[in-house]
């Protein structure tokens, strides 16, 4: 049964960093494409970041690049998101979706075959 948990989430102040965790269970991590999506209230769920199976590149959207990183550890079958210099603008719940693709190029929502439930991340001081 495939499985993705998130975790990590919290109450964080503007400037801080939080980790991010997303457990797979049901499949190894290094065998697909994984990313990580974020919703803010009232808006859409957008992609943040997503690291490709092919070749293990990284991809990131342009309001996150430089403060965020994405990784991956086959060994404990999770990937992580380290957020740091939080915004106000990165409130949202972020979720960890896995992607049957080869590479990130192209990933989105439509792409996604299986979902977490999602980690609330506020910034607020």
Do not use: H
């Given at each position: 049964?495939?499985?993705?948990?998130?975790?990590?989430?919290?109450?964080v102040q503007p400037g801080?960093?939080?980790?991010?965790?997303?457990?797979?269970?049901?499949?190894?991590?290094?065998?697909?494409?994984?990313?990580?999506?974020?919703?803010?209230?009232?808006?859409?769920?957008?992609?943040v970041s997503c690291i490709?199976?092919?070749?293990?590149?990284?991809?990131?959207?342009?309001?996150?690049?430089?403060?965020?990183?994405?990784?991956?550890?086959?060994?404990?079958?999770?990937?992580?998101?380290?957020?740091?210099?939080?915004?106000?603008?990165?409130?949202?719940?972020?979720?960890?979706?896995?992607?049957?693709?080869f590479h990130c190029s192209?990933?989105?929502?439509?792409?996604?075959?299986?979902?977490?439930?999602?980690?609330?991340?506020?910034?607020?001081?």
């Open positions: 049964q495939v499985q993705l948990v998130e975790s990590g989430g919290g109450l801080g960093s939080l980790r991010l965790s997303c457990a797979a269970s049901g499949f190894n991590v290094d065998y697909y494409t994984i990313a990580w999506f974020r919703q803010a209230p009232g808006k859409e769920r957008e992609g490709s199976r092919s070749d293990g590149s990284t991809y990131y959207a342009d309001s996150v690049k430089g403060r965020f990183t994405i990784s991956r550890d086959n060994a404990k079958n999770t990937v992580f998101l380290q957020m740091n210099n939080l915004k106000s603008e990165d409130t949202a719940v972020y979720y960890c979706a896995r992607d049957p693709y192209g990933y989105g929502r439509r792409r996604v075959d299986y979902w977490g439930k999602g980690t609330l991340v506020t910034v607020s001081s």
